[in-house]
């Protein structure tokens, strides 16, 4: 089973609207026995906090639900615990390196680096454009999907 953890600098915006986003597509295609995912934050400030509303409502509109997920900070030991830590811009993964205490199997990598137009998630929580976040969120989590399967009907 491999197993992914979203991180962003809360974990109230953009790492669960991923975990969510992800988790919908695996159970839409019957991967949900391959793949396990959750979503952390490398900050504390938002921690025990739920899913930012406009967030929510994004994702319910998308048909997608958050369940209960309340906001946890990414630890040392989840460098060990999951195969991939995707963040969601460039300045998480400098903290998530930070917490980790380096990246030595190159296990860090930000989302859309998947895709076929590497970029910066923007955090939605500034910039209150949830439409475009869920849009690259999706776009970036398609191409993680496809990497992922693709690499294992190689093996």
Do not use: H
């Not at 839409?28 to 396990?36: A, N, S, V, Y």
């Not at 994702?59 to 460098?79: F, Q």
């Not at 930070?98 to 929580?125: E, F, N, T, V, Y």
């Amino acid at each position: 089973m491999q197993r992914i953890l979203f991180v962003c600098l809360g974990n109230i915006c953009r790492s669960p609207m991923a975990e969510s986003i992800f988790r919908d597509m695996l159970e839409k295609r019957g991967l949900t026995d391959r793949f396990e995912c959750a979503s952390a934050a490398t900050s504390d400030e938002e921690t025990g906090n739920p899913v930012y509303p406009p967030a929510r409502a994004r994702l319910r509109e998308m048909g997608i639900s958050a369940g209960n997920k309340r906001a946890v900070t990414m630890t040392r030991d989840d460098y060990s615990r999951y195969d991939l830590l995707v963040g969601m811009e460039t300045r998480n993964l400098a903290a998530m390196r930070r917490i980790c205490g380096g990246d030595p199997q190159g296990k860090i990598r930000r989302l859309l680096d998947w895709s076929d137009r590497p970029r910066d998630i923007a955090d939605p929580w500034y910039t209150g454009d949830f439409r475009t976040a869920s849009a690259d969120i999706e776009e970036g989590c398609e191409a993680l999907l496809a990497a992922l399967t693709a690499g294992a009907a190689q093996r």
